[in-house]
């Protein structure tokens, strides 16, 4: 009963039973809106640091997302994950994710580093010496709650006070390859 409460008193007006939902929503107003996926417009190394160090020093691989901020802008983080059976969906192409897992925990909540006009996502780092770590790394994870609705539905809440900047959702693929999917970024005002 508590967690039914809790899901009512963050979304109001939530519809219970909505099948066509997918993806990642969160609460404005009296709406729940949808946080459209985003894809990367790049990548990067920086190979300065290793170089100067002859292959001692590693390099650390981004990726770049297009835009200074996200256009999704919240004060007060609170999501919806909608996943759904892969027989409902008619396009998988930017909701895969959704249709394999069915869980939350299988998403890394982020903070994005600003740079220029621009935000970008460590996934790993090169060595000459001791190789390839591919993965975004565990330190920059930000840890959060699911209360789940219903089978396929969860309410997820960020399990500490979010200041302010640039965050998104990443899907935890195996090898670090989530980071290649698109991203569900949002700001914090």
Do not use: C
Request: proline share 5%; charged share 20%; no cysteine.
């Amino acid at each position: 009963m508590k967690r039914f409460l809790f899901i009512l008193l963050v979304f109001p007006s939530l519809a219970f039973g909505q099948s066509d939902k997918i993806g990642i929503y969160y609460q404005y107003e009296d709406s729940v809106i949808k946080i459209n996926p985003i894809k990367s417009s790049g990548y990067k190394t920086n190979t300065l640091s290793t170089a100067l160090t002859m292959g001692i020093a590693s390099s650390k691989m981004v990726i770049k997302f297009r835009g200074e901020s996200s256009i999704n802008k919240l004060s007060d983080p609170s999501f919806i994950f909608f996943f759904q059976p892969a027989e409902i969906i008619k396009d998988i192409t930017n909701y895969f994710n959704f249709i394999t897992s069915h869980i939350p925990n299988n998403f890394i909540l982020v903070k994005l580093d600003k740079k220029g006009k621009s935000r970008e996502l460590n996934w790993g780092k090169i060595n000459v010496y001791s190789g390839t770590d591919i993965g975004i790394p565990e330190d920059i994870f930000i840890p959060f709650e699911a209360y789940n609705i219903d089978e396929f539905s969860y309410v997820v809440k960020p399990s500490i006070q979010l200041e302010e900047g640039e965050y998104a959702f990443v899907f935890d693929g195996a090898n670090g390859s989530g980071a290649f999917m698109p991203i569900f970024d949002f700001s914090v005002n």
